[in-house]
């Protein structure tokens, strides 16, 4: 890399995951930000707000060229016409062409969360959660047609050791992990420095769209599984059972790997008083809950208003 020659990318991102990795490229003097491609502005909430997504709110604050094409194969010649040097794509949510992929010079990079090949696709954080994972990742590599599986150039291992991370602190942590590993990957690439590395084919997993109604407990399962499908899947789209027929969201919990005897669902005081429910393996200590309709609450405030929930079973 010239040192007199900035770089000139074009950034195609979407989330607020993208930012961070956005917000790094713009910081550094090596690189020129000729545009940013988003996806368009959607509605959201109760009153369907049409709300832009992160990566156009930082772009434009930033006086950043955004595009926000509905179908990017269609977008192939201003691509083009803006030459870019290289093409950086951060959760951008569309699959790029091969004619889009051979415009840059130096091709077209991608930050994923995992260690590919484990965890290819759209849910790799709250995929490695609900399994429980003790270690992640995340992963540049070369853009190829097919979902996930060019070729890597450099990862970064992530230890889950605290049992506090749901999908929302870990995205975060992650996000910003890979934003500095781009940085660093980006002039060993472009320099010859460090050589695409195809993914072993035989060690692929993928993950799925994640689903509101991923989010209903069934209380047969393990306490463990119970508090990972819980952390795994906060703000969105939330984990929830129901009790009088009304949704209960549970917010926050923690799994006790003790044996019982009761029905998987039972709300009960455990030997220390705390609000439990039994699981088909061990027992889930409730913290943080929300009622249909009402605020989010700690189950010491709920269960004062609401005395019936003890002894109730949970469905």
């Not at 502005?41 to 369907?48: T, V, Y």
């Not at 420095?193 to 769209?209: F, R, W």
């Amino acid at each position: 890399m010239n040192s007199n020659n900035k770089i000139k990318i074009i950034f195609m991102g979407t989330p607020k995951f993208a930012v961070p990795a956005l917000k790094k490229l713009a910081d550094d003097k090596r690189f020129e930000i000729l545009a940013v491609i988003a996806a368009t502005d959607k509605r959201i909430g109760r009153k369907q707000i049409l709300t832009p997504p992160p990566v156009k709110i930082f772009a434009r604050e930033n006086k950043i060229l955004v595009f926000q094409p509905k179908r990017i194969e269609n977008f192939k010649l201003q691509i083009s016409n803006l030459k870019p040097d290289l093409i950086i794509v951060c959760a951008f949510g569309q699959i790029i062409p091969k004619s889009i992929l051979d415009i840059p010079k130096y091709d077209c990079l991608n930050i994923h969360p995992s260690l590919l090949p484990k965890y290819r696709g759209p849910s790799p954080i709250q995929t490695a959660i609900l399994n429980g994972e003790k270690q992640t990742g995340v992963t540049i590599m070369l853009v190829d047609e097919k979902m996930d599986r060019g070729p890597i150039l450099k990862n970064c291992e992530l230890q889950i050791t605290n049992c506090d991370f749901t999908y929302e602190k870990l995205s975060e942590k992650l996000s910003e992990l890979g934003a500095q590993l781009l940085i660093e990957t980006i002039p060993e690439w472009i320099n010859g420095k460090i050589k695409a590395k195809p993914q072993e084919e035989s060690l692929a997993a993928y993950t799925k769209i994640i689903q509101k109604e991923d989010g209903k407990i069934n209380w047969k399962k393990s306490a463990q599984e119970i508090e990972n499908q819980i952390r795994a899947f906060y703000p969105w789209p939330g984990t929830f059972t129901f009790w009088q027929k009304l949704k209960l969201k549970i917010i926050q919990a923690a799994a006790s790997l003790e044996k019982h005897n009761l029905t998987p669902g039972k709300v009960f005081l455990d030997k220390n008083n705390q609000i439990s429910v039994a699981c088909g393996k061990g027992y889930l200590i409730l913290k943080k809950i929300q009622l249909e309709g009402k605020k989010e609450n700690k189950i010491e405030d709920f269960i004062k208003g609401h005395l019936s929930f003890l002894g109730s079973i949970l469905n």
